[in-house]
């Protein structure tokens, strides 16, 4: 039988329709219009589409957004203080610096640049150490999203052995980090796997819930699951496809065509964990602005 799909983009509009309605309540109650800051360094084709996309949703869900394009060559010392600039700025309760970043520039000094109150993408050691101990803190988004789709779904992974395939700093180890704690909806068992697994599908093949992060077209083959596994796949990879006008078509870390008829639920992509990334970058600058 056919897995059930978990579709991403539905539960993101839901998502995007309540902070919709919250932005409306914060602003009658309050006068507080929630307010993003980007900052798009370079001129990389997917960044400015990434960068894009949620200025769109800023202005579909009532926030107040700047955004700041500057060349490739910047001088770190500048982004800087733009980022210091924003701390201060009343108006502003996120600030996003999108990655990837040129390599003159340190990404750890950006993260730790930017106040743990607007750090709405959870990338601060602050913010990392506060989900750490299971502290009230942003988490990252994508992460976030991933958590956010399986309550949504009504899969509970407490008990339940979580396989995640990836270990990066945005995704991998903060996603095992959240669902392996005592606390409600996580109080799972978890596995991370990487390039070292001698044989990956050892690992896979022992989960109940399996998250794919690696960043590789179809890596995870349906020989690789076990019947009824929940999948959650990360991966957003470019294939080439001469039948688009494009030339390539986006597809994740999962063969989605033949898993499906293996596992119990799987997020497709596009349309599963991408819209959530998003989705989740705008409750936290709510939340940032409620907490103004
Ligand atoms: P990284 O490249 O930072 O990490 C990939 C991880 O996968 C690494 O830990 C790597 O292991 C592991 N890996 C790679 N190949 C294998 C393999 N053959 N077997 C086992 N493990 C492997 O990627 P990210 O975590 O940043 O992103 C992962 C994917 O998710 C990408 O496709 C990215 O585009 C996508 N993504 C999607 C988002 C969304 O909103 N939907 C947001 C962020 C990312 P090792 O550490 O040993 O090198």
Redesign the pocket.
Known sequence: MSAAIIDGKKIAEDIRREVKEAVLRLKAKKGIVPGLAFILVGEEPASQSYVRSKGKACDELGFYSVTEKVDVSIPEGKVLSMIDGFNRDPKIHGILVQLPLPKHINEQKVFEAILPKKDVDGFHPINIGRMMTGAETFYP??PA?IWELLKRSNINPSGKHVVV????N???KPIANILMQKREWCNAIVTI?????PD?SYYTRQADILIA????AH?ITSSMVQPGVVVID????RVVDRTTKTGYRIVG?VDFDAVKEVAGAITPVPGG??P??IAMLMMNTLKSAQRA
């Open positions: 988004c994508t999203g395939v990836g270990r990066s945005i995704v991998g796997a990487h390039t070292a697994a990956l992060a690696i960043g590789k890596a990360v991966g957003i990879n870390d964990v991408g959530m990334t």
